[in-house]
C-alpha cells in the first residue's frame, strides 16, 4: 500500500512569512509524529498525535510552530514568522500506535528561509 | 532525560570488509533500541529493532546489533558490506512501556563504502 506522504516536497519562502506542511500517514495508523531534521541539529522530534489524545508538544521548539491532525488523519505543521534557523527537513511518520510499532517516514519536506 | 551518542561521525570502509557502527545511550529508564537508514534522499527507513528478549538482533540488509544492557551500548554490525550499503545510519531509542511515541536521535554515522 501507499506509504507516508508528505507535501511540498520543497519550499522556498522569506523571512517572516508563515508556512504550511503537510502529512498524509498511512491508512489505518493512528499515530503521527513530526521531526525536524537539520546540519546543526541532527532529527530532533517535534511532537506526537496518537488517537484522540492530547497531542505531545514537548518539542516544539517556539510558539511560532504548530500543528494539528484533522479527523485523525492527515497532519498539518504550521510555522509562523519563519526564520532562518527554521531551516531544515521536516519529516513525518505514522505507526499503529503502539510505543513498541515501527515508525514509517516519508520524504520530507526541505523548508529553505531566504 | 535521554541521549544518544554515536561515536563516529564517518566510517569509511572498503568493500566486503566488515563494519561495526557505535551506539551509546544514557536513561534512567528502560528504552526500547532502533537503528535507521537514510539513502541520499530518501526518508528514513528501520533497520532492526530491540524490545526485550534475545540481545541478539537480526534486521534487514544482513545487519545485526547487540543490546548491551552494562555497557548501554547497541552497536550495529555487518559481516561484509556493499557499495549499496553506502548511507546514513541513526541509532534511536524511545522509552519502554509508557504512552509516549518519540524517538530520540544519535547525531548519525555516514557509512562510505569504497570499491
Known amino acids: 500500500g501507499a506509504g507516508v506522504s508528505q507535501s511540498p516536497s520543497n519550499k522556498v519562502t522569506e523571512k517572516g512569512k508563515d508556512v504550511e506542511l503537510r502529512c498524509d500517514p498511512i491508512?489505518?495508523?493512528?499515530?503521527l509524529y513530526w521531526y525536524r531534521q537539520s546540519l546543526g541539529q541532527g532529527l530532533e522530534f517535534l511532537i506526537y498525535?496518537?488517537?484522540?489524545?492530547?497531542?505531545?508538544k514537548s518539542g516544539l521548539p517556539s510558539d511560532r510552530f504548530s500543528a494539528e491532525r484533522t479527523g485523525g488523519s492527515v497532519s498539518t505543521l504550521t510555522i509562523q514568522r519563519t526564520q532562518q534557523e527554521d531551516s531544515a527537513v521536516y519529516l513525518c511518520a505514522s505507526s499503529l500506535g503502539y510505543p513498541e510499532d515501527e515508525q514509517f517516514f516519508g520524504p520530507g519536506t526541505r523548508l529553505t528561509v531566504l | 532525560a535521554q541521549s544518544v551518542t554515536q561515536l563516529d561521525s564517518q566510517v569509511p570502509v572498503f568493500e566486503e570488509a566488515p563494519v561495526e557502527l557505535r551506539c551509546n545511550y544514557s536513561s534512567s529508564v528502560s528504552v526500547y533500541l532502533f537503528w535507521y537508514v537514510q539513502y541520499p534522499n530518501q526518508g528514513l527507513q528501520l533497520l532492526l529493532k530491540?524490545?526485550?528478549?534475545?540481545?541478539l538482533v537480526k534486521g534487514i540488509n544482513g545487519f545485526e546489533a547487540e543490546f548491551n544492557k552494562s555497557q548501554t551500548s547497541f552497536h550495529l554490525r555487518k559481516p561484509s558490506v556493499h557499495i549499496s550499503d553506502t548511507a546514513e545510519y541513526f541509532c534511536a531509542v524511545r522509552t519502554a512501556g509508557s504512552n509516549t511515541g518519540k524517538l530520540i536521535f544519535g547525531q548519525g554515522t555516514t557509512l562510505q563504502v569504497k570499491p
Open positions: 491508512s489505518g495508523h493512528t499515530a
Open positions: 498525535f496518537q488517537g484522540n489524545s492530547a497531542p505531545d
Open positions: 530491540y524490545l526485550s528478549g534475545s540481545t
